[in-house]
């Protein structure tokens, strides 16, 4: 089965400064999906960030912006200009190509400093 | 975007009562649903996923005989937890994957549930 790994339990950054959350993961398929789900205290969760494996092109969403190394299997998140909004737990998730397997990483507990 | 619709956000029960979780998918059809539980500070476990017209297919561990699931139209799935006890209270998440090859979830709000 594939694995999501998140390395880092909690991270810290101050508001306007730039933070970078890692994520590993471990899968033999050539294809598939790569996602940086937001949980913030009202337990939504709420997309991110999504990746398709085949773009070698990383995504990118306004302040949030991904360094996808598919041969190091490696997808970590950076949020520039922190926010205070941006306080959450921050879940990396594998999806198969398929979209009926997904797996979450352990999650990142981000706090914002004033 | 897709819409997941969870009800109750928050459900308060006796022990050895029964408890039923609603998920709707509002704007488009979901064929498959799945069910997660999350413990505080932790990551979402899978339960279960809910197939519309067969039945549900429950993840090691998961007892689905106390975790009934039913997935009787193309937009609901229900959880059932039977016979509550204290150690099931926990906050329960469903969700649905995109039809549009994106390989997205969408998320229903989440019910917390507390067995007294």
């Known amino acids: 089965a594939q694995t999501v790994t998140q390395s880092q339990p909690e991270m810290s950054v101050q508001e306007a400064e730039t933070v970078t959350l890692s994520c590993t993961y471990d899968?033999?398929?050539?294809?598939?999906?790569l996602f940086w789900y937001k949980q913030p205290p009202s337990r939504q969760m709420i997309l991110v960030i999504r990746?398709?494996?085949?773009?070698?092109q990383n995504a990118t969403e306004n302040r949030f912006s991904v360094n996808f190394q598919k041969a190091a299997k490696s997808f970590s998140l950076k949020i520039s200009d922190s926010q205070l909004g941006d306080a959450a737990m921050y879940f990396c998730?594998?999806?198969?190509?398929?979209?009926?397997?997904?797996?979450f990483g352990t999650g990142t507990s981000l706090t914002v400093i004033p | 975007g897709a819409v997941v619709s969870q009800h109750p956000s928050w459900v308060i029960c006796k022990s050895g009562t029964s408890v039923k979780i609603e998920c709707r998918s509002l704007?488009?059809?979901?064929?498959?649903m799945f069910w997660y539980r999350q413990f505080p500070k932790q990551s979402l476990m899978l339960m279960a996923t809910?197939?519309?017209?067969?039945?549900?297919?429950?993840e090691q561990g998961v007892e689905k005989d106390k975790f009934l699931i039913n997935h009787a139209s193309l937009t609901l799935s229900t959880l059932t937890v039977t016979s509550a006890h204290p150690e099931d209270s926990s906050f329960y998440i469903c969700?649905?994957?995109?039809?549009?090859?994106?390989?997205?979830?969408?998320f229903g709000e989440g019910s917390r549930l507390t067995v007294l």
């Open positions: 969700s649905a994957p995109s039809r549009a090859g994106t390989g997205e979830l969408f």
């Open positions: 998730a594998y999806s198969h190509i398929t979209g009926n397997q997904f797996y």
């Open positions: 704007d488009f059809q979901a064929t498959t």
């Open positions: 809910s197939n519309e017209g067969s039945k549900a297919t429950y």
């Open positions: 899968t033999s398929e050539s294809d598939y999906y």
């Open positions: 990746q398709e494996a085949y773009k070698q």
